[in-house]
């Protein structure tokens, strides 16, 4: 196995195993690289790379994305688009979730993009546009059926015709116009039918309003892989960069893997319980392995009962309560030692457990799994070079 930085010694009570000390996520750039060129073959139009949330919890890809063939960057709030640009990248980025008192200013003069999905936002980001000297770079977010965030539709044509009126006094340029399918993980879903209408008009009333937008986005993974007539002339790509398929169809390359040492070994006898409650009882006897990461670390708890780890080329029961800071798997008579790697999650092409397997374990989506892990940095080294290598 190809060596890594040793992580610092975090004060951790489990002894050293091996060196190794903390779980590790590996992010694996060319797969990022070849899912961004795999979105831009298949949409055939411009693609903006979502990095939200730490990137899905994957760490710095921006540059990995736009040296693929990514042409924007996006971004739910505002302080992430900042410190999108305080790292250098310089790329067409947007924020399209910000409350009304948000640092526009900033965005304005960052040269970030913002939706807009109230008149309130409207006039709050006209108001700074003034203060601050130079126009706003907007998109009109329209709500196709969501009921989340975007303007409703009786809202719409007021919403262009005052982005118009800031739009001829030089505080707003508008650049865009979106909108969000709440069905695209359901291709042949009437809905989508409808809400694709919906935009579809929704553009047609900005256009008799005077707006020229030069950028239409309706599709994010789902959509841009499986519904052509929602690709207009932006695809927003977000799960589907990191391997995910929302819709289930197509298989995409996923970017992380999840590893933790092997801390502890202990043999017990039949009928022991095991963890908080004893929900689980040895049947035989048998070793049990610790793995020092759990529920802080981002793994579900609900998977508890169901989740598996692999050990040297093996799927392995993980056994009783996934507690806050570890896990117990039950490694048989299997020669296992003290500083033996687990696999938690991967690609899946040697037979580990994917963020897919663990999203069934918990009864959730893969986009939850790989978002929460590592959020505690202290325990969890995210090493963002490369892909454990085996």
């Known amino acids: 196995?190809?060596?890594?930085?040793?992580?610092?010694?975090?004060?951790?009570?489990?002894?050293?195993?091996?060196?190794?000390r903390l779980a590790e996520i590996f992010v694996d750039r060319q797969a990022i690289a070849r899912n961004v060129r795999h979105f831009r073959a298949v949409t055939a139009t411009p693609v903006m790379?979502?990095?939200k949330a730490d990137a899905f919890g994957h760490g710095a890809v921006a540059e990995v994305a736009l040296a693929n063939g990514?042409?924007?960057?996006?971004?739910?709030?505002?302080?992430?688009?900042?410190?999108?640009?305080?790292?250098?990248?310089?790329?067409?980025?947007?924020?399209?979730?910000?409350?009304?008192?948000?640092?526009?200013?900033?965005?304005?003069?960052?040269?970030?993009d913002v939706a807009v999905s109230s008149l309130e936002h409207l006039h709050a980001i006209s108001q700074s546009a003034a203060r601050v000297g130079s126009p706003a770079r907007i998109h009109l977010h329209l709500d196709v059926g969501m009921s989340r965030d975007g303007a409703p539709r009786e809202l719409w044509a007021v919403l262009c015709e005052t982005a118009r009126?800031?739009?001829?006094?030089?505080?707003?340029?508008?650049?865009?116009?979106?909108?969000?399918?709440?069905?695209?993980?359901?291709?042949?879903a009437p809905q989508n039918d409808i809400e694709r209408l919906r935009f579809v008009n929704g553009v047609r009333v900005a256009l008799r309003r005077g707006l020229t937008p030069s950028e239409l986005h309706l599709?994010?993974?789902?959509?841009?892989?499986?519904?052509?007539?929602?690709r207009f002339t932006l695809a927003r790509i977000g799960a589907g960069l990191y391997g995910i398929d929302p819709a289930g169809r197509e298989q995409l390359a996923p970017a992380l893997t999840l590893t933790a040492p092997v801390a502890l070994l202990r043999e017990v006898r039949a009928g022991e319980g095991?963890?908080?409650?004893?929900?689980?009882?040895?049947?035989?006897?048998?070793?049990?392995?610790?793995?020092?990461?759990?529920?802080?670390?981002?793994?579900p708890r609900a998977a508890q009962g169901r989740a598996a780890v692999s050990i040297r080329g093996k799927r392995m029961p993980i056994v009783g309560r996934i507690s806050m800071d570890q896990v117990v798997v039950d490694v048989?008579?299997?020669?296992?030692?003290?500083?033996?790697?687990?696999?938690?999650?991967?690609?899946?092409?040697?037979?580990?457990?994917?963020a897919k397997d663990w999203a069934a374990w918990a009864g959730t989506i893969e986009h939850e799994i790989v978002t929460?892990?590592?959020?505690?940095?202290s325990r969890v080294l995210r090493t963002a070079d490369e892909r454990w290598a085996r």
Do not use: K
Request: hydrophobic content about 45%; charged content about 15%.
């Open 1 to 20: 196995m190809t060596r890594h930085p040793e992580p610092p010694v975090d004060g951790d009570a489990f002894p050293a195993a091996a060196g190794r």
């Open 49 to 51: 790379a979502v990095v």
């Open 70 to 112: 990514a042409t924007w960057i996006g971004a739910a709030s505002i302080p992430e688009a900042l410190r999108l640009r305080a790292a250098g990248i310089a790329a067409p980025t947007l924020s399209w979730l910000n409350p009304v008192e948000a640092d526009w200013d900033a965005a304005i003069t960052q040269r970030i």
């Open 165 to 188: 009126a800031f739009e001829r006094n030089g505080n707003v340029a508008v650049v865009g116009i979106m909108g969000h399918l709440s069905c695209a993980d359901a291709p042949t």
């Open 219 to 230: 599709a994010a993974s789902a959509a841009a892989l499986h519904r052509s007539d929602t």
């Open 274 to 299: 095991i963890g908080y409650t004893h929900d689980h009882r040895t049947t035989r006897a048998t070793t049990l392995a610790v793995l020092p990461l759990g529920y802080g670390d981002g793994l």
């Open 332 to 354: 048989g008579c299997h020669p296992v030692q003290l500083g033996d790697i687990a696999v938690v999650m991967g690609p899946g092409d040697r037979g580990e457990p994917t």
């Open 372 to 377: 929460r892990l590592g959020t505690r940095s």
